[in-house]
T-cell receptor, first 112, second 110 residues
Framework: DAGVTQSPTHLIKTRGQQVTLRCSPKSGHDTVSWYQQALGQGPQFIFQ???????QRGNFPDRFSGHQFPNYSSELNVNALLLGDSALYLC???????????FGSGTRLTVV | KNEVEQSPQNLTAQEGEFITINCSYS?????LHWLQQHPGGGIVSLFMLSSGKKKHGRLIATINIQEKHSSLHITASHPRDSAVYICAVTGGGSNYKLTFGKGTLLTVNP
């Protein structure tokens, strides 16, 4: 039984570019959350998707957007990349709310 | 003040020692999570607690809801336990996000 799959694992982009990160949740999970983890910091909540809608959003600018597909997979899009967007982006899936989370291995984004 | 505080920030132990990591939180929660992260790696969920105590192998997690405090214990520590241990909480009601502590870097020396 596959866990959470994230792609790509590593990515290098130039300032001003746009990036799309992908996440396939664990089988049986219908909720996907995205987190940004800067080096040496704890993860920060970006947003959560449930039933193809953004259910909750953290304190991130509109440059960060997402989508959830009918098969529960999700994408995180970041426009107009800044150097400060360099971080590990983590996807976590769960079955609704109130249950445990399964995390992916993350996508390491470097903006140069 | 952060909503989730962990102590200590760094912990070095000798193999075989008993280890305790503490977590305090200041908000109402529906659950508390203990997570493990190896350097450069993803996060593994160890425990989810809403009351009492849970045990898995050499790991024990406890929570005191009234005192808003949780502890993670590792018995007979081993070098492979070296990792960052993170406490995170899920708020109640329509607050679904995980709020993370800053983590405790544990190094177990042989």
């Amino acid at each position: 039984d596959a866990g959470v799959t994230q792609s790509p694992t590593h990515l290098i982009k130039t300032r001003g570019q746009q990036v799309t990160l992908r996440c396939s949740p664990k089988s049986g999970h219908d909720t996907v959350s995205w987190y940004q983890q800067a080096l040496g910091q704890g993860p920060q909540f970006i947003f959560q998707y449930y039933e193809e809608e953004e259910r909750q959003r953290g304190n991130f600018p509109d440059r960060f957007s997402g989508h959830q597909f009918p098969n529960y997979s999700s994408e995180l899009n970041v426009n107009a990349l800044l150097l400060g967007d360099s971080a590990l982006y983590l996807c976590a899936s769960s079955q609704g709310s109130g249950y445990g989370y399964t995390f992916g291995s993350g996508t390491r984004l470097t903006v140069v | 003040k952060n909503e989730v505080e962990q102590s200590p920030q760094n912990l070095t132990a000798q193999e075989g020692e008993f280890i305790t990591i503490n977590c305090s939180y200041s908000v109402g929660i529906s659950a508390l999570h203990w997570l493990q992260q190896h350097p450069g790696g993803g996060i593994v969920s160890l425990f989810m607690l809403s009351s009492g105590k849970k045990k898995h192998g050499r790991l024990i997690a406890t929570i005191n809801i009234q005192e808003k405090h949780s502890s993670l214990h590792i018995t007979a520590s081993h070098p492979r336990d070296s990792a960052v241990y993170i406490c995170a909480v899920t708020g109640g009601g329509s607050n679904y996000k995980l709020t993370f502590g800053k983590g405790t870097l544990l190094t177990v020396n042989p």
